[in-house]
């Protein structure tokens, strides 16, 4: 059994089926923070809790390097970390696992958080250095928000700079920077006139000026000289500071208009091409003769969408509805019953190919009447979208963040749309143009916003976007001229969930030509497939002729490849690897006039290695020989990259799960165990987790820790996480492993779903708490000792305080015998002796009527209820009233606030500093003043006399219990006045403490919580 777990475990992240989503759920599944970083020392990845700890977005963090200075790393005693002493150049220079290294990072929002990080290296293939895997969690409670203004910012347009009244730049974007700071020397407080000089005699100028002077914007074309020789579209905003200014390089558009003639070649020979782009887009077509009522013509993609490998002989109307899903089945027979009034049909729905998978497909077609109106002949299109159907199931609500991009594009309009076509934003100034408000958009479809005419514009671009490409039209609409871009929003793993178009109001320039329209939206529809370019061999004359993206993708001239160049030329382009197999494939296709597809890597005209699928037919004459061979590629590097980078993934999931600071389990959904960590086995003293079910979990002993109950199979957490409960607050367990210790375990789980909402793989982590608990236990033991030291300290205080007055009493009583009976029986000396003794008792008294008020402060105070210290002051004040008019003492204060607090000790607190401050003023009259602020969470007292002073070395030892800097001839006192006040303040949850200039000045800082 446990070679079963072995093999489970080696295979656990290496499972073709739902290998990332398993392995993703196991690392969101424990609470520590997760993040990878590549060789290079740039951050690769970060899971659910990293992105919530550091506070930034994973797609952000990505962007970083290890040792970035915006997370201004720290040492655990708060110094920057120097060079070579991150966690990461630990790990790399030493190839060691990395443990409870301490440090500091700075989140977006300026708090530092605090991380405890373990690590462990990651060893490609052949043993060299692959980057590293970091676990760390938090040991802070701080939190922090992020901001992605920038990044949105840069989706706006592709080039924005900002000019003051002087043409001076004060803001660039990124992209502007890309396009025309070509000297890399920053343009920000820069003289426009002056970086580019040539521009200060152009139509730049012209146009800025006259903007500036009549404040109304303008909009222009452009060519920029050498070094950058571009075509530019401006369009410029001017206001009372300066001019907002927003431009696109237009040179492609140029050289299109330059070559329409002969785009109206190829545009003529489109046709052939233009249906092996619907095969590269996997669409099926097919035709039904109504009146012979014989089986539908049908191209091969149409039999293989309903999973049949080769052509079936009969097809119709019925056969159809057969594979149509049940719940779907009627609604599909009615929209092509309406279709015989319409005309036309258009739907989605679901099917059961012939192996009995469900897939999702969209059907679409029309039919063709004679002059009775009686349909005659039917045409569709069909074409499998299942894979769009699971992405916008998944779509998650994120338009909301993009509300935003108004205020940067303050002269147009802004709209998000998902792929049903519906407005989900829309904002911008520019809807005081036109006879449409937001709220006309935003919920509702685009079909029914728009004129026909304008949705028959628009609609291309849109779907476009959906299928994740870029697109721009001009158009008009309500009297003006727009320039409408298009852009695709995508999630974390490139999926498109929603687009985005920006229109900018472009009334002066002129209407585009439109004759090339139809040829255009054909060419659109080939590009929302996927293809990236045709192409057609003449193979007698051996001349491959193919469009412009085709001889781009292979690094070919275009102009050349328009006329057509040898086979070779292309062949030579495919990498080395993989040119021989493909060169064989093409022979024996021609060979034996067959389909041709093929996936293999090529280098473009920017030296760079793409992996294309070409898709292909040779057609032969009548005696057999190969004359043509058209077809398509598709560019399929995205998938390909995503390919590698799971397998990548893979390994370093692989190494978090065994470099985990914490046991990590694994069950499938019906309890069996699938795998366990190290450190889950050397919690339990073994590798003993070969449970085939739930009943099996009887052989793990354990109780309770709380109620040292007995734990049976299904109180453990797994089982709970394998019934889809999520654990969250910890059970915690006393075990008895399986080499003889007793431990107390944590545990925590999460269950992982699959497609249908079923528990797939429930989840468990252990955390080793036997030290903690150990701790905890001794430190609430030593607690409960000093709370019984204290009470029994105060109760002896105040008994021998209590107990010392009858004495007392008995001695003053006697002195004041001797002083009635005796006094004038005495002499000089014998009357100052007598005086010393009544003296000494009475002082004597007032120690210990302290010490009583000293030991009582806590164990007779009044119960806390709101105290307005003004009242509080201004009874001080009377009870000292004679005291203050005889040291002609004069006291200032603020305006108090109301605590919650002991009325009585809060007066005690105030009369002892007051008493203080007048005792200790020196030879002039008392000069006191009060005041109070606010810092956060605390009211700060201050009481500042312009006395004596006290030396720093005893601004502590003054709140000591019967310790006194002067003698009681030199200044009268018990000397626990201060000491009095501080045991009240601190029963009231604050501080107390003395700052003092000896001969200028003392002031008693106290603090009382706002809500005490």
């Given amino acids: 059994m446990s070679e079963q777990v072995g093999e489970v475990n080696r295979t656990f992240c290496e499972d073709d089926s739902g290998t990332h989503e398993r392995c993703r759920a196991l690392i969101n599944a424990v609470g520590d923070g997760i993040v990878t970083v590549d060789a290079d020392g740039e951050l690769a990845f970060a899971n659910e809790r990293a992105v919530e700890i550091l506070g930034r977005s994973s797609d952000e963090l990505t962007e970083f390097s290890y040792d970035d200075s915006r997370l201004d790393p720290a040492d655990e005693d708060g110094n ?22 301490i440090m500091g990072i700075r989140r977006p929002t300026g708090g530092r958080v605090w991380l405890s990080v373990n690590g462990a290296p990651q060893w490609s293939e052949d043993d060299a250095f692959d980057g590293a895997v970091f676990t760390f969690e938090e040991i802070t409670d701080q939190r922090d928000a992020e901001s992605e203004l ?21 803001h660039v974007n990124e992209r502007a920077e890309e396009m025309i700071d070509f000297d890399d020397t920053g343009l920000v407080g820069e003289h426009v006139w002056e970086t580019f000089e040539w521009a200060a005699t152009s139509k730049i100028q012209e146009e800025y000026e006259r903007a500036m002077e009549t404040q109304e914007a303008t909009s222009f074309e452009v060519l920029y000289p050498d070094p950058l020789d571009a075509w530019y579209e401006i369009n410029a905003y001017p206001s009372s500071t300066g001019l907002s200014v927003y431009f696109q390089d237009i040179t492609e558009r140029k050289e299109r208009e330059s070559e329409r003639e002969r785009m109206m070649g190829e545009v003529r020979d489109s046709e052939e091409r233009l249906q092996l782009a619907l095969e590269a887009g996997e669409m099926g077509t097919w035709e039904l003769d109504l009146q012979t009522e014989e089986s539908a013509v049908r191209s091969p993609q149409h039999d293989r969408v309903f999973g049949y490998e080769s052509p079936v002989e009969e097809w119709g109307l019925e056969i159809f509805l057969d594979h149509v899903h049940p719940d779907d089945r009627a609604d599909v027979r009615q929209r092509f019953e309406d279709a015989y009034e319409t005309g036309s049909w258009e739907f989605e729905c679901r099917i059961h190919r012939v192996d009995g998978e469900q897939r999702w497909i969209t059907a679409q077609g029309e039919f063709d009447f004679d002059d009775d109106g009686t349909p005659i002949r039917a045409v569709g299109v069909v074409q499998d979208i299942t894979e769009r159907k699971e992405r916008e199931q998944a779509l998650e609500e994120s338009e909301r963040r993009y509300r935003t991009l108004a205020e940067y594009f303050p002269n147009g309009l802004v709209t998000l749309f998902d792929h049903g076509l519906e407005y989900t934003l829309a904002a911008g100034q520019g809807f005081d143009r036109i006879p449409v408000d937001p709220d006309d958009l935003e919920g509702h479809q685009f079909h029914d916003v728009w ?5 028959a514009e628009l609609e291309p671009a849109l779907q476009s976007t959906l299928d994740g490409e870029e697109a721009r039209i001009e158009l008009e609409y309500a009297g003006r001229e727009w320039v409408l871009h298009a852009v ?30 139809e040829a255009k939206t054909q060419l659109e529809a080939a590009t ?4 990236v370019g045709t192409w057609e061999w003449h193979i007698p004359e051996d001349q491959f002729v193919t469009g412009v993206s085709f001889a781009n993708t292979f690094g070919v001239d275009p102009e050349a490849a328009r006329e057509g160049v040898p086979i070779d030329r292309f062949l030579s382009s495919i990498h080395e690897d993989d040119r021989d197999r493909v060169a064989e494939q093409i022979d024996e296709t021609i060979e034996h006039c067959d389909e041709f597809v093929s996936e293999y890597r090529v280098w473009n005209a920017d030296d760079d290695l793409r992996w294309v699928v070409a898709r292909g037919q040779v057609e032969c004459d009548e005696a057999g020989d190969a004359v043509r061979f058209p077809g398509a590629i598709t560019d399929i590097t995205e998938r390909k990259r995503a390919e590698l980078e799971a397998e990548k993934q893979s390994r370093q999931l692989e190494t978090l799960f065994r470099v985990l600071p914490v046991g990590v389990v694994v069950a499938n959904g019906d309890g069996s165990l699938r795998r366990a960590n190290e450190t889950a086995q050397e919690i339990w003293g073994g590798d003993v987790f070969d449970s085939e079910s739930v009943g099996e979990y009887e052989k793990f002993s354990a109780v309770w820790a709380d109620s040292g109950e007995p734990v049976g199979p299904k109180d453990w957490t797994m089982y709970q996480v394998v019934q889809g409960e999520e654990v969250t607050e910890p059970n915690i367990f006393e075990i008895e492993t399986f080499d003889g210790q007793r431990r107390i375990i944590m545990e925590h789980g999460k269950p992982v779903r699959d497609e249908d909402g079923n528990v797939s793989r429930a989840v468990v982590t252990l955390t080793d ?11 609430e033991e ?5 709370e019984a030291s204290n009470e029994r300290l105060e109760q002896f205080a105040y008994a021998a305080s209590h107990d010392l007055q009858e004495p007392l009493r008995m001695i003053t009583s006697y002195l004041q015998l001797l002083e009635d009976r005796y006094g004038d029986s005495f002499d000089e000396d014998g009357q100052e002796f007598l005086e010393f003794a009544v003296d000494g008792a009475e002082r004597m008294r007032e120690m210990i009527n302290g010490l009583l008020a000293y030991s009582r402060v806590d164990t007779q105070g009044g119960a806390f209820e709101p105290v307005d210290l003004n009242a509080v002051l201004d009874n001080v004040r009377e009870d000292l009233q004679m005291r203050i008019e005889e040291s002609d003492a004069e006291i200032t204060s603020e305006e108090l606030p109301r605590v919650n607090g002991d009325d009585s000790q809060l007066r005690q607190l105030f009369q002892n500093l007051l008493e203080n401050a007048i005792e200790y003023s020196g030879d002039e009259p008392p000069q006191i003043d009060i005041s109070v602020e606010r810092d956060g969470r605390d009211w700060v007292f201050a009481v500042r006399d312009e006395g004596v002073g006290i030396d720093s070395t005893d601004t502590d030892r003054i709140f000591e219990v019967f310790q006194r800097l002067y003698t009681n001839e030199e200044h009268s006192g018990t000397g626990i006045g201060l000491a009095l006040c501080r045991r009240i303040v601190e029963r009231h949850g604050g501080e107390i403490w003395a700052e003092s200039t000896p001969g200028e000045e003392t002031t008693f800082v106290f603090t009382i919580p706002v809500d005490s």
Avoid at 84 to 89: A, E, R, Y
Avoid at 528 to 531: F, Q, T
Avoid at 769 to 779: A, C, H, P
């Fill in 80 to 101: 920057p970390l120097e060079t070579g002493t991150f966690p990461f150049d630990r790990v790399r220079e030493q190839g060691e696992p990395l443990s409870n290294r």
């Fill in 150 to 170: 920038e990044e949105i910012h840069g989706r706006v347009t592709d080039g924005f700079y900002a000019l003051d009244e002087n043409f001076r730049f004060t």
């Fill in 451 to 455: 004129p026909d005419e304008t949705v």
């Fill in 488 to 517: 695709p929003i995508t999630d974390e793993q490139g999926n498109v969930f929603a687009g985005m178009t920006m229109a900018q109001d472009i009334t002066e320039q002129k209407n585009r030509e439109q004759y090339l329209e």
């Fill in 528 to 531: 929302e497939a996927g293809a």
């Fill in 769 to 779: 708490i036997t030290e903690r608990r150990e701790s905890q236990r001794k430190l």
């Fill in 782 to 786: 030593t607690v409960a000792k000093l």
